[in-house]
């Protein structure tokens, strides 16, 4: 299973996954897509296998990976403080890869419904579905 990691700004998030997802599972192929090579260089350094940042980058490997992980805000037009552009919400909501995404609310959108717990525990709950997906070699949401 090859994962690809999106995250944006500092990359902090994104960073938190990679660790929880390298620890538990060491053998995963975690590709980083940041929308900037800071966002890239702290997941690289938090473990991904390799990188890759911006725009074509991003739009470019959506499809050529078993699994889309970050926040919700990757699919959002203008997300992550403007980061995400048309083409890359478009090739994210287009891409056949599934998509496991942490309800992060931010802005003006609220995701009614979803309980708001803290980001650790979002992420782990992340990391078990990856784990439950990977040995039930399961890759799809439906």
């Known amino acids: 299973m090859r994962i690809a990691v999106i995250d944006g700004q500092g990359g902090g998030i994104g960073k938190h996954?990679?660790?929880q997802l390298r620890k538990k599972m060491p053998e995963l192929n975690i590709l980083a897509l940041g929308t900037?090579?800071?966002a890239t260089g702290a997941?690289?350094?938090a473990g991904a296998s390799e990188g890759a940042s911006g725009e074509s980058?991003?739009?470019?490997?959506v499809d050529r990976v078993d699994l889309i992980v970050g926040s919700v805000s990757v699919m959002m037009v203008y997300g992550l403080l403007g980061e995400i552009t048309p083409?890359?919400?478009t090739a994210i909501g287009a891409s056949k890869a599934?998509?496991?995404l942490l309800p992060i609310q931010r802005g003006n959108i609220l995701l009614v419904g979803i309980l708001r717990t803290p980001l650790p525990h979002q992420i782990e709950a992340l990391v078990i579905e990856v784990e439950e997906r990977l040995?039930?070699?399961h890759f799809s949401c439906n």
């Open 43 to 45: 997941m690289l350094r």
């Open 87 to 89: 083409l890359i919400a």
């Open 135 to 137: 040995k039930h070699n």
């Open 17 to 19: 996954i990679v660790e």
């Open 57 to 61: 980058a991003i739009c470019y490997n």
């Open 36 to 38: 900037n090579a800071l």
């Open 98 to 100: 599934d998509k496991l």
